[in-house]
Antibody, heavy 125, light 106 residues
Framework: EVLLVESGGGLVQPGRSLRLSCTASGFDFDHYAMHWVRQVPGQGLEWVSGLTWDGSITAYADSVKGRFTISRDNAKNSLYLQMNGLRPEDTALYYC??????????????????WGQGTLVTVSS | SYELTQPPSVSVSPGQTASITCSGHKLEDKYVFWYQQRPGQSPLVVIYQDNKRPSGIPERFSGSNSGDTATLTISETQALDEADYYCQAWDARTAVFGGGTELTVL
């Protein structure tokens, strides 16, 4: 069974940093692109970032470009999201998701399957 | 930036067919994916690449994509289909989600 477990969320002041982690199991992690998607409670989904199976190609939403960095450690079956310069509008539930396409050359053509349960990030003073 | 537009809500009677639309400029040139999100749960893909069903998704779920509009169709709708549904496509190396449609089965 594929399992994705996010961690690292919490309450943080505006302007500060936070690092999210996603630990994967149940599949060959180093063969799949991965994504972060966020959702303000009660609102819609917003894709944040994705990267290829080897981390060589990354992509970001305009709303986080230059502030967030996605990375992965295939030896640890882990995905990360380093979030700097946090703003109140970054407050959301952050989901980790596995790309459905195996060994895709880009993180921007597949679909997300499955999703983790999410970790809540609250940016407030 | 590219936008996908969905109706905020759709209502359907049990056993009837529900159709949820997703509109975007020349959407037929892109693959569309549909996700179901039940209350308190994470999203789940129900249609990928316009009209393909993942294993485990009932045949009642189908998709199409033509012109500027993609459509998710749920036939013989059941109470357990009540959820929010989101369409998604890729544009300029960015995933774009529609605003979501709340499906009510009543």
């Amino acid at each position: 069974e594929v399992l994705l477990v996010e961690s690292g969320g919490g309450l943080v002041q505006p302007g500060r940093s936070l690092r999210l982690s996603c630990t994967a199991s149940g599949f060959d992690f180093d063969h799949y692109a991965m994504h972060w998607v966020r959702q303000v409670p009660g609102q819609g989904l917003e894709w944040v970032s994705g990267l290829t199976w080897d981390g060589s190609i990354t992509a970001y939403a305009d709303s986080v470009k230059g502030r967030f960095t996605i990375s992965r450690d295939n030896a640890k079956n882990s995905l990360y999201l380093q979030m700097n310069g946090l703003r109140p509008e970054d407050t959301a539930l952050y989901y980790c998701g596995k790309d459905a396409l195996r060994a895709a050359g880009t993180p921007t053509e597949g679909w997300i399957d499955p999703w983790g349960q999410g970790t809540l990030v609250t940016v407030s003073s | 930036s590219y936008e996908l537009t969905q109706p905020p809500s759709v209502s359907v009677s049990p056993g009837q067919t529900a159709s949820i639309t997703c509109s975007g400029h020349k959407l037929e040139d892109k693959y569309v994916f549909w996700y179901q999100q039940r209350p308190g749960q994470s999203p789940l893909v129900v249609i990928y690449q316009d009209n393909k069903r993942p294993s485990g998704i009932p045949e009642r779920f189908s998709g199409s994509n033509s012109g500027d509009t993609a459509t998710l169709t749920i036939s013989e709708t059941q109470a357990l289909d009540e959820a929010d549904y989101y369409c998604q496509a890729w544009d300029a190396r960015t995933a774009v989600f529609g605003g979501g449609t709340e499906l009510t089965v009543l």
